[in-house]
């Protein structure tokens, strides 16, 4: 109960003039709700009122202090006239029960209204009783609104608007909109504050039924030949929020009496419907017709300015807010600058903005600390948190944790993770779907997607963005079956949610269906699997509904086919796109390298260049020289690789990096110059990470049994990443070969002794609808029986036609028939069987392996494909290897 409801109740008949005096005197508390407002001392006092049981100058009083909102003054006001026996009137109570509205105490307006009953006023004044229905509404007791305006005999349109409101301020749309109806039935003058009420409660209704409902509010509106500022305000927010910003521009275009409100509600609609160009030319037409921007204009005009990445034309308005310096001090427009700065990877002065505003409120500072984390300041994000809430005591929102939870993942000097969700849950915060989305998002990249998957089953609601976090967890974790499975999921429930709203779409009208983020996370999973059917589907899907020519999905459709082993369908796609980036191209150019394609990369990458010279569109990054190099290295092109390598800085302004090193490191290697390679190494400058290239030169001597400079490789190797299991069976696998049985066991004991475990070989193979997954001499497929009689059978056809096993490739010390028998147990020939077995006569049979393909099997594919007469494609984790009656496409170069 607050101090003012403690003054009220219980209210003494008479008091002494010493009591009297402490209650004039008593300061008013300082905090009455949390929604109360500060005293606003700039405005003049009421004139002393004297002693006098006069009404009228009470009365006056009592207003002016409503209107000048000092709140708690009139409710003081209200106590002196009560303890002096003022005789109260249905004027008094309308202005106390404003002033106890706009507190919001809820205790204080029910102590009022027993005031209102006990001297008569509940049934005698409509005023008065409307003015109580307002204060149930605005302090959020619907229920008590609705019995006081149930108990009205003769509603007037006050008790209706009010009513209507109060349903809206507690977010009942349907109640205010059936309200609505029953107010027209009565026969009761509507005015534009009813309309506004309706509209937005429409607003915030589903797509379907909103707009249904709405334009009819709106055509109801045209006949009562309302076309208040107001109104009109009201309807393009509603078609705004609906998503239909095309009806909102034309009802602003039409309406002459444009204010401020107008201007700004438009602005905000194009730059909240993604619409930024237009956005920005309103404001120039705006500033034409002589209207000055406020500081809503300018906080809706940053975020178009972030997005178009227009550094210079956020500048010219920021330099507008200075230049009205109650601008700066607005912190929505503080927010929206360090945003738009920040943006623009601008951070610096993202924080300059910041370290200038003295009162920071929460908003501020969940921009500042967004800011470092998108652009992975991390540690910066860290920074800023503690000191927003160790040293200022402000408590973090959702909007906090949910940007704070990344940086904590990304940031290395930050060891507790998992601490993070621990406080999440202190804070009370852990049913928040943003916060969730953001756990989900940290628990994937920390490698524990099972915790996602529980976190996202536990969610109530689930939006666009919480199933594009988990597929995109699937896919980072590499369960790219489960990712697929999750999309399937997302469409059943976008299906029956449809079903039952109509075209439904969440609370900020976002539909629940795949856009340009779930398509461009969920293409590497088909693209790992080698899942071509669904990829293709899932390309016809974002052809119909207008994405496929958004860059970030038309690059992962080009990554998709070119994985799938369809690589002149990814130059289609490529020739295709309106707009290409760095990526789009480094995407190509490394398709064509894994391809064995190295001329064609080559060739592309002088385009890329000669284009951006040109046109200053695109220029090569380090990745395209990653690709280039790579390129290089499956297609034997020493000469142009090392050509391209030394210049690499002088002409395109690139400093190499320890990848780059890597890439020429096999690319000499593969060329069998393993002098050369290692003296590269050597040269590398000692602040680079060599483990790749100790890995590449590694891995060239798998290719040349060169066991000498493979245990100088191994050593440096292991020295720099002790855990990684690919390491130990390489060599393993380097002395297997060379038949040094005892040191590959040596290798293979010491692996067991360090807890390293060995990645089994798996291969993939789609069919129809489904993605088949076989192991090394796999046993659980339902087919299994019958993959393994026919790979038998198949075994002696290529015996007769000259094929001979390799059994260097298998790697344990047993007798050659049962090495014979373990090779025709590879992953990678028991898929190429099960598609053989399972399609028609002429298909083009599509593999993927999660290793390398050893020479047996690449041997056996050969003559596979000679005598079934099909082509196939097999990609391991370096290239793709097109088979086609006998011959390689690599040839023999891998």
């Excluded at 390309?539 to 038309?554: E, I, N, P, T």
């Excluded at 489904?770 to 090394?776: P, Q, S």
């Amino acid at each position: 109960m607050s101090s003012l409801t403690q003054l009220l109740y219980p209210l003494p008949v008479t008091v002494s003039s010493q009591s009297l005096s402490s209650l004039q005197t008593q300061q008013p508390p300082t905090t009455l709700h949390k929604h109360t407002p500060l005293l606003n001392h700039s405005t003049s006092p009421p004139k002393p009122i004297s002693h006098s049981r006069s009404l009228t100058p009470w009365v006056e009083s009592l207003r002016f202090q409503v209107r000048s909102s000092l709140f708690r003054e009139a409710i003081l006001t209200y106590i002196d006239m009560a303890l002096m026996g003022v005789p109260l009137d249905n004027f008094v109570f309308p202005a106390v029960l404003k002033a106890v509205a706009s507190l919001q105490d809820l205790n204080l307006g029910r102590q009022i209204h027993a005031h209102v009953v006990k001297f008569g006023f509940a049934s005698s004044s409509v005023t008065v009783s409307n003015t109580l229905v307002n204060m149930y509404g605005k302090c959020e007791d619907i229920g008590g609104a609705y019995k006081m305006f149930d108990r009205i005999i003769e509603r007037d349109q006050v008790s209706w608007n009010s009513m209507i409101a109060a349903f809206c301020r507690s977010e009942k749309w349907e109640n205010a909109l059936e309200a609505f109806r029953s107010m027209v039935l009565e026969g009761v003058e509507t005015s534009s504050f009813t309309l506004v009420s309706v509209a937005l409660a429409c607003s915030n209704l589903n797509k379907h039924h909103g707009l249904w409902f709405g334009k009819q509010v709106h055509a109801y509106s045209l006949r009562k030949g309302d076309w208040k500022t107001f109104t009109i305000n009201a309807l393009m927010a509603m078609y705004n929020k609906l998503g239909r910003v095309d009806d909102s521009r034309a009802l602003f275009e039409l309406f002459a009496d444009r204010d401020l409100v107008s201007w700004n509600t438009m602005i905000s609609s194009l730059q909240q419907n993604d619409q930024f160009v237009e956005a920005l030319l309103l404001l120039s037409h705006m500033v034409l017709d002589g209207i000055r921007p406020d500081g809503v204009t300018i906080a809706s005009v940053l975020p178009a300015c972030s997005h178009l990445e227009m550094l210079d034309l956020g500048k010219e308005i920021h330099a507008y807010a200075l230049r009205n310096n109650h601008l700066t001090e607005n912190s929505f427009v503080a927010s929206a600058l360090v945003d738009m700065y920040c943006n623009c990877q601008k951070v610096e002065s993202g924080r300059r903005v910041f370290d200038a505003i003295l009162e920071r409120k929460t908003a501020l500072w969940n921009a500042m600390i967004t800011g470092y984390a998108q652009n992975e300041y991390d540690e910066e994000a860290l920074n800023l948190f503690l000191e927003m809430y160790a040293v200022n005591s402000l408590s973090p929102n959702a909007t906090t944790l949910a940007s704070i939870i990344p940086a904590s993942v990304r940031c290395q000097v930050f060891s507790d993770k998992e601490g993070v969700h621990g406080f999440v849950v202190k804070m009370g915060l852990e049913g928040d779907r943003f916060v969730q989305n953001a756990l989900m998002d940290m628990y994937s990249r920390m490698g524990k997607i099972e915790i996602s998957k529980t976190i996202f089953k536990s969610m109530e609601d689930r939006d666009i963005v919480s199933w594009n976090t988990i597929i995109t967890g699937c896919v980072i974790c590499g369960c790219y079956n489960d990712a697929l499975n999750m999309l399937q999921k997302m469409q059943q429930v976008q299906l029956e949610k449809n079903n039952n709203n109509g075209d439904y779409r969440d609370e900020k009208g976002v539909p629940l269906k795949p856009n340009s983020v779930t398509l461009m996370t969920i293409l590497p999973s088909c693209a790992s699997l080698s899942a071509l059917a669904k990829g293709k589907e899932i390309h016809a899907y974002a052809v119909r509904h207008l994405l496929a020519s958004d860059v970030a999905v038309g690059s992962a459709l080009i990554d998709m086919y070119a994985k799938c082993g369809c690589l002149n369908v990814s130059r289609i796609v490529f020739d295709q796109m309106p707009i290409r980036n760095v990526i789009t191209w480094n995407v190509l150019i490394m398709a064509y390298g894994m391809h064995g394609r190295g001329r064609e990369a080559l060739e592309l990458f002088g385009y890329m260049v000669e284009g951006g010279v040109k046109n200053k569109e695109v220029r090569p990054n380090d990745v395209t020289f990653i690709a280039i190099l790579a390129a290089c290295s499956h297609s034997g092109m020493v000469t142009e690789g090392l050509n391209l390598f030394y210049r690499i800085n002088e002409d395109h302004g690139v400093e190499p990096a320890p990848d780059h090193y890597a890439c020429v490191v096999d690319l000499l290697g593969r060329a069998g110059k393993m002098e050369d390679a290692y003296q590269l190494i050597i040269s590398m400058p000692s602040k680079f990470d060599k483990a790749g290239a100790w890995s590449s030169l590694l891995g060239a001597c798998r290719i040349h049994q060169n066991v000498e400079v493979a245990e100088v490789a191994a050593k440096n190797l292991l020295h720099l990443e002790p855990d990684v299991a690919s390491h130990y069976v390489l060599l393993s696998n380097i002395y297997a070969s060379a038949g040094l049985w005892d040191k590959a066991m040596d290798i293979r004991r010491k692996m067991k002794e360090m807890g390293v475990r060995k990645e089994p070989g798996c291969s993939w193979i789609e069919l129809g609808d489904e993605v088949h997954k076989f192991l090394a001499g796999d046993g659980s497929h339902p087919q299994s029986v019958q993959v393994h009689g026919y790979l038998e059978t198949l075994w002696e056809s290529m015996k007769k036609e000259g094929y001979v096993p390799d059994t260097s490739c298998v790697l344990h010390n047993v007798e050659e028939e049962e090495k014979e028998t373990l090779l025709c147990g590879h992953s990678e020939k028991l898929a190429i069987a099960f598609g053989i077995l399972n399609t028609p006569p002429g298909t083009t049979i599509r593999v993927a392996k999660n290793l390398r393909v050893c020479s047996d099997c690449h041997s056996a594919a050969k003559f596979i494909s000679k005598i079934v007469k099909r082509d196939i494609i097999l990609r391991d984790v370096r290239r793709f290897h097109h088979f086609s009656n006998g011959t390689c496409s690599c040839g023999d170069y891998w």
